[in-house]
């Protein structure tokens, strides 16, 4: 009995791979037009699929949005569109800034620049009256 179970285990085994090494070369061409025309089927499944779920999508907003009409035709309350909109522009991403130009770089540098020399020329000037014996005069 333990063999039977053993020689039906492993026959099956060596059928699936004889029938993988052993195939005659005819079948190819057919096969990549079959798994062609598989992966034809499968996207326009995809792109299907994806189209519903937009509808879906678009439908759903429009009842919600509808509703939000309702809530505020009932209340008396005004749509604030324009607030939505100055949001965004007022925090911007600062990952989505706009690049500076070599050019702006090297004038934000030497505008540090001068601020860092007027800076210390204001410090040693205040210094320098602080010191003078003609600072009470004035």
Excluded: W
């Amino acid at each position: 009995m333990a063999a039977f179970i053993a020689k039906q285990m492993v026959g099956n085994q060596l059928s699936a791979v004889k029938g993988a090494v052993g195939g005659d070369g005819g079948d190819d061409g057919d096969d990549k037009e079959k798994a062609e025309e598989e992966e034809r089927e499968r996207q326009e499944a995809i792109r299907e699929a994806e189209e519903r779920r937009k509808e879906k999508h678009r439908k759903m907003e429009e009842e919600r949005e509808k509703m939000r009409q309702d809530i505020r035709d009932k209340y008396n309350i005004k749509k604030k569109e324009e607030i939505v909109e100055a949001a965004p522009q007022e925090e911007p991403n600062p990952l989505m800034r706009k690049k500076k130009t070599p050019e702006e770089l090297a004038a934000e540098a030497e505008q540090e620049e001068l601020d860092d020399f007027t800076t210390k020329l204001k410090k040693r000037l205040s210094d320098a009256f602080k010191n003078c014996p003609l600072r009470n005069l004035f």
